[in-house]
Structure formats: C-alpha cells, structure tokens
C-alpha cells in the first residue's frame, strides 16, 4: 500500500481518550508528589526537550505495564495513547536515550522515589 501524501494533520486532545480510572491517571498524581531536586540535579543538559520528570514517569508507567527494555519503552511512547499523554506532546524519546537516562540519572535516585512513592501511595490509600 502507497503512502497518502498530502494529509492533513488534525489537533488531537489525548487526555480525553483515556478512561477515568486509567492507573496512569493515578500513577500520575502519585508521582506529581514526589521531590525532583535530586534528580534535576543529574539531568545536566537542559536543552533537552524531555524534563526529568517525564522521562521518570514513562518509565514508571513503562515498569507498571511489564515493559523493561529501552527500546519497548520507546515503541510504547509511539503507539500507546497514555505514554503519549505522559509525554506531553513532546516527541519520543529514543531507545539510547532512555537506556542513558536510566544509566546516568536513575542511579543514584531510585531508592528516594521509591521511598516517596510509597508514601504518597500510604497517603492515597488512608
């Protein structure tokens, strides 16, 4: 099958296909509570177009959804609707960019978020 060319691109408001109870509603309220300021501190290049935040929160989600490798994380970001709202319209990051994410700026942070995770996931449950 050919191509179509000359398609015309049309907005598309991705929050409104997902379902109210979609764990990444809550995944994402979760993780909106968490402290950053470790993890900001090792994301050194600010001229990338992904926040740390975000690429922690795909990742996450990536995790939640029994996806682990970089590049299934990737192929998720471009056909997943909810890693798409996760993403913020921005564009997919590639398989060696989240593979150096984990490697460089997830190390050294892993057990805080999981500590604050786990508090924010007590405060949901009370």
């Given at each position: 099958?050919?191509?179509?060319?000359?398609?015309?691109?049309?907005?598309y408001?991705?929050?409104?296909?997902?379902?109210?109870?979609?764990?990444?509603?809550?995944?994402?309220?979760?993780?909106?509570?968490?402290?950053?300021?470790?993890?900001?501190?090792?994301?050194?290049?600010?001229?990338?177009?992904?926040?740390?935040?975000?690429?922690?929160?795909?990742?996450?989600?990536?995790?939640?959804?029994?996806?682990?490798?970089?590049?299934?994380?990737?192929?998720?970001c471009?056909?997943?609707?909810?890693?798409?709202?996760?993403?913020?319209?921005?564009?997919?990051?590639?398989?060696?960019?989240?593979?150096?994410?984990?490697?460089?700026?997830?190390?050294?942070?892993a057990?805080?978020?999981?500590?604050?995770?786990?508090?924010?996931?007590?405060?949901?449950?009370?």
């Amino acid at each position: 099958m050919k191509p179509i060319g000359n398609q015309v691109a049309t907005p598309y408001y991705v929050a409104k296909t997902i379902n109210e109870g979609d764990p990444v509603l809550k995944m994402a309220e979760i993780l909106g509570e968490l402290d950053y300021r470790k993890l900001r501190r090792t994301y050194k290049k600010r001229w990338r177009s992904i926040s740390p935040e975000i690429m922690f929160s795909i990742i996450v989600f990536a995790n939640m959804k029994g996806i682990y490798s970089s590049r299934g994380i990737e192929e998720a970001c471009k056909t997943d609707i909810r890693f798409m709202w996760l993403l913020q319209y921005h564009k997919a990051p590639d398989h060696s960019t989240i593979s150096r994410f984990l490697e460089n700026n997830m190390s050294g942070c892993a057990e805080a978020f999981f500590i604050g995770s786990l508090k924010s996931l007590l405060k949901w449950t009370r």
